[in-house]
């Protein structure tokens, strides 16, 4: 079954443009962990929400595909990941959204992951 992961980042007012236009070409080099489901992750932004409100000042957001909770929880322990978190994120962090849920079965031929009936 497999687990969307989505995560929303907001940086900090005074963050510089270049710091999270590092962290976008990082964050992206993630795709090829094997943890992650047919090297789908997909990182978007700025948000172009509107009115800007609704996206609560979050300016980045990630989704990323996993076999299951294993594989998800594979990819938060890379050191991969702790590299591009703890170098390019955490230290500029105003705050930060996680969301994961396991589609439905019915559902995945909808990800492109299985034949559609």
Known sequence: MTVVHIVLFKFRAEVEAHIRDKFLTEIKTLKV??????????????????????????????????????????????????????TYFIPYKEDLVRFDFEVDQVDEPLLGFGAIC
């Open 33 to 86: 962990l094997s943890c992650v489901k047919s090297q789908r992750l997909v990182v978007g932004g700025p948000s172009i929400t509107d009115p800007a409100s609704k996206s609560k000042g979050f300016q980045y957001a990630l989704v990323s595909y996993h076999e299951d909770r294993a594989a998800l929880a594979a990819y938060q322990a890379s050191s991969e990941h702790e590299r591009v978190t703890q």
